[in-house]
């Protein structure tokens, strides 16, 4: 069987060989993109291998990192790599489902990039069915408990599929969210949205700030917007 090979970024490496997804690109433009001013406490909501949190713990250097993860390998992954990286003392990972998560503080930053998949053909593999489907978390309960956490003036990002991402957004608005900003991210140009990235604040918020990302250029090399966001983290920009 094939081991996944660690995943080295510029200033920290992800092992991934016990998790069931590996570093891709919804990970790694979540942790670019999810903002907040000089966020307190941070949450990351099925932490999987880490690499989000490990992103923010780079680009905020006083942020205190809570990591939640129900699986077994990937609990132990983002441990093992939050142990092994250079900000060990702000990042913590607590192996139990979200829903009986009780945390004593609220969260400026909450993020996730939540399992989508509703009543689609699930794998004999129990840790990829836990990462990819919603029947260990579904949106209501995954908002239910983001509600409960967030900070009165706190954000929360997620990435999804745009159906699903409409989906989340109407329970979210349901539950007492606005949503703030969006981000449609496309391969190239032309080409349908992947993925949507939005972040949400509790109560009445105003207009919502629109954006697009595109990773591509019409030439398959990777666009200018792309390599900036990414280049404190990629080796390749």
């Known amino acids: 069987m094939k081991v996944a090979k660690p995943f080295r970024f510029k200033q920290f490496t992800v092992e991934q060989d016990r998790c069931a997804l ?9 942790g670019a993109l999810a903002s907040f001013d000089q966020p307190e406490r941070t949450l990351e909501v ?12 780079q680009r905020y250097p ?12 990937a609990f132990e992954q983002s441990r093992g790599n939050f142990q092994n990286c250079p900000w060990s003392d702000r990042l913590q990972v607590f192996h ?37 489907h919603t029947n260990s978390l579904s949106f209501g309960e995954l908002l239910d408990g983001v509600k409960a956490h967030l900070s009165q003036q706190g954000r929360f990002f997620v990435i999804l599929p745009e159906r699903q991402m409409e989906e989340l957004n109407s329970l979210a608005v349901q539950l ?7 981000t ?21 918020i105003g207009k919502i700030n629109e954006g697009t990302l595109t990773i591509k250029n019409a030439d398959n090399e990777y666009s200018q917007e792309y390599a900036s966001l990414l280049k404190d983290f990629l080796l390749i920009f």
Do not use: C, W
């Open 62 to 73: 006083s942020t205190l990192i809570t990591g939640v993860e129900i699986e077994d390998g």
């Open 96 to 132: 139990q489902p979200f829903q009986s998560f009780r945390p004593k503080e609220k969260f400026d930053l909450i993020v996730s990039n939540p399992p989508y998949f509703e009543n689609h053909l699930q794998s004999s593999k129990k840790n990829r069915n836990l990462a990819l």
């Open 184 to 204: 449609r991210v496309y391969d190239k140009p032309g080409s349908q949205a992947l993925r949507v990235i939005r972040s949400f604040g509790l109560g009445e």
């Open 22 to 30: 590996k570093v891709n690109t919804d990970a790694v433009l979540l």
């Open 176 to 182: 007492g969210f606005s949503p703030v900003s969006s």
């Open 46 to 57: 099925g932490t999987g291998s880490g690499v989000i949190s490990l992103m923010l713990a």
